[in-house]
């Protein structure tokens, strides 16, 4: 398949390793340092139970990162649909036999580990909807009929996840793939007409919302109304933010989060207890990391030669600011309650391993950048 | 190649879009995270403080009651409890099963403790048993290894330590009730006792001290971490009160079970020494908490015994009042002491016949001994000379028929009836026989025993209009500051002529001391000691006209209800008074026969206390301000002067 007339379509493993943009993986253990700073607060000073554990789980990704980013782009081209129906089958299977946790069946249990089949879908839609429109020429995109099969990509995925119910993923999921969509050049009034839709379709939502998920709603909309119900998460993540002010309250004395006021603090929250403990000056320099991380992530796109590197990279890119923004929203009450973890930080390993595995592919497209592919794959031809 | 371009241009363009969007959000965390952190930071710290801050009332240790002396009367008892704490204990059934082999635990407190430890916070301790015996502490102590989460606390709790005896003056203490709140904090912890009667609750904001506070840092599940700061209260002042607790203690046997109430005030200063009100209640059992069977008895009961009779029972004087009367007379000038009326047993005033006590009559009688012997029918016709309006007026400035401000609660005025009064109140003039009722304290006449106790006091003390005063002084805390409660000024005169007032109390003395007195058998017959005061014996009914041609029955004879009050106000020693002491004995029966012997008891013990030379019941203090001064050290063997009035 891989002709072997193009010099710069196969590197040797050790120029690979040169190519791997290891400052972009100093930026992510930065942020991460982040994480096991807070972690290790969080759990009032202690790397039990959390900190040592996420340090373990960092070390491994960083290892599968670095796997992945030497694989040969188009193997992850080749095997794109195969991770796309495999992701399927374990969110299927999570219907049948997953493990209910915190109210939601997400997870799957294996021998020794559990995981999300829905983390690595997010991973696998992207690389699916990424080979896809490698394939479609700019006129093929305008087409309605070439968009029936990504769209169905994405509402089967999305309506499972939205069945354990998993609010949070399936928006990611839809605002990853509408990212895609755009980048692929679909016209934006088709934006604008799915949007009309969708609006018209609020109150048919409405009506299959769970009960606690309309609550998380109307508790986003007036926290106030009811401070000790669904309102007091929001209202408890305002008090620590809040009350951090400028400098913060200084590493390990923090009072809101070790007072047990913040929920999960070690996980979704854990952005608040950041910016109560280091300030706001704590917040933004995390906020400047992400920052950082997002535009090597452009830049990376930008440079690679081949359309599906290309989607890839910025599907990438587009989910981690997803993960970011919608966490870092969440917790200063901008936007509803949705269970986002705050990528890197957040303790929990399912996360982590999915954003490393993103990563890994993002620097796979950088250190293939050069690769041309044709539209299956092959060495472009035209 | 060309479409690829044209597809990575049309890419770059809407990189470009999604950029510009993604830069946008970020400034808005940004911008959000300025508004939070700088704008709104100072209110979500206050509320950060909240959140974790937590105040606790400490409450102030109640101030003790003592009597004269410094003798303790009402005091805090440290109260052991049994607290367990359901987290700790584990198996809380089991520990209350533990605990019950050890102090007995009702089925009740089992059932009670079990449903609050499914309502409470696990880590909140719940109280098993309250006022334990220190054996019973010592032997859950000795068992705590085997009772997890079982601890010993001590709290405080308001003892009466002589309830029978003391139960009227002090009052007593009980929780707050919704009606008391005043927005103190203190009001509103539970447990918090206030006065709701008696001197606990005149003095009651002396008593309770002012809370201190302890500021806690709390987590979100309301447990303590650490202590913050403490801001320690003001215990409650010492109330010492005028009260002898020995001489109380005395009076209160002595009146025993009748329903009945004794007042002994010191004539110069005022001071109540005694205040006995029969029978009493239990005063622990209030702050124990009655029950409603409980609190049903008290109120039933004929014998009232939450009544303080002596400052709120309302009795007719009867003849008690006649020292009144007689003042008016000669005061207003419409009889001398030696003018003579003549008693046949009744008067006649229309076709009304107005009996006196004495069937056969007195013969021929004047003020001397129309008050000695206690004559009806002399007083009817002072009384008519007089009229009601001017008795009333002099039963006034003796102190009948007006509060006194007395630091009790509830003390009551009576009634002095004027014509004016009469008319108002009924629509009815005043009649003829009302003012010849009146003149022997009987008809619309209403007065406490304390003020007949008074009006005793004013007569002897050298006509001054002396005030009861019931507290010595306040202590504040625990500091040296005293507040004292002396009146610093002499009482003033009442303004009455000093010979009649001494004529009238020549009289007093002869009803006890001159053989044909009323109280003659009562007198005191240790030299130095003897007292002088009048009887009064007063109808609780209306006798007719038949029953007093039957005869009238004797007092054993009547059902308890329809027999007399006995009356007897007295003061010793007649030479130099010192002391006045009223007794009223509900249905006790004559007031010579039953009333004086009281008195007599009372006025002796008091006189034998005051001079046993401690020297503490005398009115330091005082000394040249008042003939209390002069009077203080009672000769042996000065003799007492005999009545000069007749």
Not at chain 1, 346 to 374: E, K, N, P
Not at chain 2, 59 to 73: C, Q, S, T, W
Not at chain 2, 445 to 474: D, F, K, Y
Not at chain 2, 613 to 634: E, F, K, Q
Request: glycine share 10%; hydrophobic share 45%; proline share 5%.
């Amino acid at each position: 398949m891989l002709s072997d007339t193009f010099d710069r379509n196969r590197m040797p493993l050790r120029q690979k390793f040169r190519e791997i943009h290891w400052f972009l993986i100093l930026l992510l253990t930065a942020i991460a340092g982040f994480g096991f700073v807070m972690l290790y607060s969080a759990a009032g000073g202690s790397l039990e139970p959390w900190a040592s554990r996420q340090m373990a789980r960092f070390a491994v990704g960083v290892a599968v990162l670095v796997a992945i980013a030497v694989t040969d782009i188009r193997i992850w081209f080749k095997y794109a649909y195969a991770f796309y129906a495999v992701a399927l089958v374990f969110l299927v299977l999570v219907e049948v036999a997953g493990r209910i946790g915190m109210g939601a069946q997400r997870w799957l249990s294996f021998w020794i580990f559990n995981f999300q089949p829905s983390e690595l879908m997010k991973v696998s839609l992207l690389l699916a909807l990424a080979h896809y429109f490698h394939g479609g020429s700019a006129e093929d995109v305008r087409r309605p009929l070439f968009l029936f099969i990504p769209v169905a990509m994405v509402a089967v995925p999305v309506g499972l996840v939205l069945r354990q119910p998993d609010l949070g993923t399936a928006v990611m999921l839809m605002l990853a793939a509408a990212a895609l969509f755009f980048l692929a050049g679909v016209r934006i009034w088709k934006f604008v007409a799915v949007g009309l839709v969708a609006v018209a379709a609020v109150p048919i939502t409405w009506q299959l919302l769970r009960g606690y998920q309309r609550q998380r709603v109307l508790s986003f909309l007036d926290p106030d109304k009811d401070p000790l119900g669904s309102g007091y998460h929001i209202i408890q993540a305002k008090i620590a933010l809040g009350s951090g002010g400028v400098l913060g309250k200084g590493f390990l004395q923090g009072t809101q989060g070790h007072l047990s006021f913040l929920p999960e603090k070690q996980t979704d929250f854990i952005f608040t207890m950041l910016a109560e403990e280091l300030g706001m000056l704590g917040g933004l320099a995390l906020l400047a990391l992400y920052g950082l991380v997002l535009l090597y992530g452009y830049a990376i796109a930008f440079s690679s030669r081949n359309h599906f590197g290309r989607l890839l990279a910025m599907g990438i890119t587009c989910m981690f600011f997803l993960y970011v923004f919608i966490n870092i929203a969440m917790v200063m009450g901008l936007i509803p309650v949705v269970g986002v973890p705050l990528p890197l930080v957040s303790y929990g390993g399912t996360a982590m391993m999915a954003v490393m595995i993103a990563f890994g592919l993002l620097l796979s497209v950088h250190v293939h950048r050069d690769v041309i592919m044709g539209r299956r794959g092959g060495p472009d031809s035209f | 190649m060309l479409r690829d371009a044209e597809r990575q241009k049309l890419f770059t363009r809407r990189m470009a879009l999604l950029a510009g969007g993604k830069l946008a959000l970020f400034s808005l965390l940004a911008g959000r995270m300025y508004y939070l952190q700088v704008l709104e930071s100072d209110r979500y710290k206050t509320l950060a403080d909240e959140n974790r801050i937590n105040l606790r009332l400490l409450p102030p240790p109640r101030g003790r009651i003592v009597d004269r002396y410094g003798a303790p009367l009402a005091v805090n008892e440290r109260n052991f409890r049994v607290l367990v704490t359901p987290e700790q204990a584990g198996d809380l059934e089991a520990t209350l099963h533990a605990i019950g082999k050890i102090v007995p635990v009702s089925e009740e407190t089992s059932r009670r403790i079990l449903r609050e430890a499914r309502r409470r916070r696990s880590f909140v301790p719940l109280t098993v048993r309250e006022n334990l015996e220190w054996e019973d502490v010592a032997r859950i102590e000795v068992n705590a290894p085997d009772l997890p989460g079982v601890m010993i606390d001590v709290g405080q709790t308001r003892r009466y330590l002589y309830p029978a005896e003391t139960a009227h003056v002090l009052g007593y203490v009980a929780a707050v009730s919704e009606r008391e709140l005043t927005g103190d904090p203190l009001l509103e912890l539970p447990g918090f006792r206030v006065g709701k009667s008696g001197v606990e609750k005149i003095h009651d904001l002396a008593l309770r001290g002012t809370g201190g506070s302890s500021q806690v840092e709390v987590n979100a599940f309301g447990r303590v971490i650490r202590e913050l700061a403490r801001k320690e209260g003001q215990p409650g002042g010492e109330v010492r009160l005028t009260i002898d607790l020995e001489l109380q203690k005395s009076v209160a046997k002595r009146l025993g079970d009748e329903s009945a109430s004794a007042v002994v005030l010191d004539v110069h200063t005022g001071e109540v020494l005694t205040l006995v009100s029969t029978p009493a209640y239990d005063p622990n059992a209030f702050n124990r908490g009655l029950s409603g069977e409980e609190w049903r008895n008290l109120n039933r009961d004929s014998l009232a015994p939450l009544v303080n009779k002596a400052i709120t029972g309302l009795y007719a004087p009867g003849s008690t009042f006649k020292i009144a009367v007689a003042l008016a007379a000669l005061e207003r000038g419409v009889v001398t002491p030696g003018q003579r009326v003549h008693c046949p047993g009744f008067l006649e005033l229309g076709d009304a016949r107005f009996h006196c006590w004495r069937k056969r009559g007195h013969g021929w009688v004047d003020l001397h001994t129309g008050i000695s012997r206690s004559c009806d029918v002399y007083f009817y016709e002072l009384a008519r000379r007089l009229g009601v309006d001017r008795i009333s007026q002099m039963a006034n400035r003796l102190g009948l028929g007006v509060t006194h401000d007395l630091d009790l609660p509830g003390e009551r005025a009576g009634l002095m009836p004027t014509r004016k009064w009469k008319l108002e109140a009924t629509g009815v003039p005043w009649q003829g026989g009302e003012t010849l009722i009146a003149g022997v304290g009987q008809g619309y006449i209403l007065s406490t025993p304390l003020q007949l106790a008074i009006m005793t006091a004013r007569l002897v003390n050298g006509g001054l209009a002396v005030t009861p005063r019931l507290t010595r002084e306040l202590r504040v805390g625990f500091s040296e500051e005293i507040e004292r409660r002396e009146s610093t000024e002499p009482f003033k005169s009442l303004g009455l002529n000093p010979l009649h007032v001494e004529l009238v109390r020549a009289a007093t003395d002869a009803v006890v001391n001159e053989p044909g007195g009323t109280a003659y058998a009562a007198r005191i017959a240790k030299r130095g000691f003897e007292m002088g005061g009048k009887t009064g014996t007063t109808q609780v009914r209306r006798i007719s006209k038949a029953e007093r041609e039957q005869g009238l029955k004797k007092s054993h004879e009547l059902p308890w209800i329809e027999r007399d009050h006995a009356l007897f106000v007295g003061y010793a020693p007649v030479a130099a008074p010192r002391y006045a002491a009223a007794v009223v004995v509900e249905h006790g029966g004559g007031g010579g026969a039953v009333a004086a012997p009281i008195v007599r008891d009372i006025l002796l013990l008091t006189q034998e206390r005051g001079r046993r030379g401690d020297g503490v019941l005398r009115t330091a203090g005082r000394a040249g301000l008042t003939p209390s001064a002069l009077n203080d050290a009672p000769l042996p063997g000065r003799t007492a002067p005999s009545g000069t009035g007749g």
